[in-house]
């Protein structure tokens, strides 16, 4: 069972910028797939950023260039740093992690076993 707890969400401007942490109950982050993945109200789950065990990195489309996820294994904990943000990544925002082989390099679909609670993050225009 791993727990997670996001923070730092918040209301912002357009154009700037903000650093969401999830904090986790594991020391074995780097054994796991890790994502952050976001909710619009009234759409589905879109999977905005994953950290592959091996270190690989993928980001959706709409934040390619302004949105940089990365973990700390010290500290346990997995950050997304947004830049640039635009009313369009206004939602609730949930750190999500699956174990995977330690060789992975990427993390495929949106099937995670563990979830936080979330964050909500909201950009005015």
């Known amino acids: 069972q791993v727990q997670l707890l996001e923070s730092g969400g918040g209301l912002v401007q357009a154009g700037g910028s903000l650093r969401l942490t999830c904090a986790a109950s594991?020391?074995?982050?780097?054994?796991?797939?890790l994502a952050w993945v976001r909710q619009a109200p009234g759409k589905d789950l879109e999977v905005v950023a994953t950290?592959?065990?091996?270190?690989?990195?993928s980001y959706a489309d709409p934040v390619q260039g302004r949105f940089t996820i990365s973990r700390d294994n010290t500290e346990n904990t997995l950050a997304l740093l947004m830049t640039d943000l635009k009313p369009e990544d206004t939602a609730m925002y949930y750190c999500?992690?699956?174990?995977?082989?330690?060789?992975?390099?990427?993390?495929?679909?949106?099937?995670?076993?563990?979830w936080g609670r979330g964050t909500q993050v909201t950009v005015s225009s």
């Open positions: 594991t020391s074995l982050m780097w054994r796991y797939c």
């Open positions: 999500a992690t699956r174990s995977a082989p330690v060789s992975a390099m990427e993390c495929p679909g949106t099937d995670y076993t563990y």
């Open positions: 950290l592959a065990p091996a270190g690989g990195t």
